[in-house]
Each structure stands twice: as C-alpha cells, then as structure tokens.
C-alpha cells in the first residue's frame, strides 16, 4: 500500500477556495434574510459581494503578475481575506441578534 504524498494547495486554489466560500455565505445571509431587509442591509450585501470580487480580480492579476509584484499583491489579497472575512461575521451576527429580537 502506498501513501500519497498531498501537495499543499497553491495560494490561488486557496483564495479561490475562499471566494467560494465567501459566495456561498454571502448567498446564505441573503436566502435566509429574504424579504426582511433594510435598505442598509441591503446596501452591505452589496458591498460585500463588491469586496469579494475586487479579491477575485486581484487574485486574476496575481496570475499574469511578474515576481516582484506577486509578493505585494499576495499580502494586499490576504489583508482584503481578513477584512472580508470580519465583515461577513460582523454582518451575520448583525442578522442573527436581529432576527432574535423579533
């Protein structure tokens, strides 16, 4: 029996891995919020999807990139990952404290 060996993903399977995610999140909040939101909220749906696919193209850019840049654009995506990721959290705490003081 032999063992595999399981290359850790690249940095772009990962931040596409976490676009997906992000989709789905931002899919989810919609879906379970639909119908009961405020403009606002509305208004950061938006702006979070708008987030996401600024991460995407810096994440197509990475790709045609030469070296020197790779690095600075790598550390501007993972900043964006954790901004993105603390606004979508921030945002569904936001819904779930919400929909509990119904």
Known sequence: MSRHHVEPETFEEKVSTHLHEAKSQIEAIEA????????????AIK??????????KKSQDLKTSGEAKAAQ???EIEADIAKFNAAVEQFGAKLKSKSATK
């Open 73 to 75: 654009i790598k550390a």
């Open 47 to 56: 702006s979070l999807k708008k987030q996401r696919q600024e991460i995407e």
């Open 32 to 43: 379970s919020a639909k119908g009961e939101l405020a403009q606002a909220e509305v208004d």
